[in-house]
């Protein structure tokens, strides 16, 4: 991974650290405003910090691994775990990526659709496939990739 993208990482865990210490200050529990959108903020730097977490574990496990391949008993164990551990660093770099993208302020909008009465009739059957179709692109937002 680049290394503007880890520091920018590196950047947001930190800030996820202080607003969850900020979050406990009884002086902005008091100010629910500025509570709220300390809340709001914490959320969305929830998934990027947990995953950084998590990439940051997985580096140290390669440089372990790395480390184990010198000798020779533990050779083909550390090789093992050393392509398990290059997996799931791709994995989640693919993960941080999709993280970082900005976000769409449309997103949280509501969106409804309207059926004129001409086409009342065809609500049943079209009413499926447009749901589907919106669903299949929905982004899945617990693992931060796209539905396939």
């Known amino acids: 991974m680049k290394p503007s993208i880890v520091a920018k990482l590196e950047a947001l865990h930190e800030r996820h650290e202080e607003v969850q210490a900020l979050l406990g200050d009884a002086g902005i529990i008091a100010d629910q405003d500025r509570f709220r959108a300390l809340s709001r903020e914490y959320a969305q730097l929830s998934d990027v910090s947990r995953c950084f977490t998590d990439w940051q574990q997985v ?9 184990m391949l010198d000798d020779p ?7 093992e775990e050393l392509r398990e551990a290059k997996e799931k660093s791709e994995q989640l770099e693919q993960q941080l990526q999709v993280l970082l993208l900005p976000k769409d302020p ?20 079209c009413l499926p496939a447009i749901c589907s179709a919106c669903t299949a692109v929905m982004p899945k937002r617990a693992a931060g990739v796209w539905r396939s």
């Open 106 to 125: 449309d997103d949280e909008r509501t969106r409804s659709l309207r059926f004129a009465p001409a086409l009342a009739a065809t609500k049943p059957r």
């Open 73 to 79: 008993e533990m050779r083909e164990m550390a090789q």
């Open 59 to 67: 580096q140290d496990d390669i440089e372990t691994a790395q480390m």
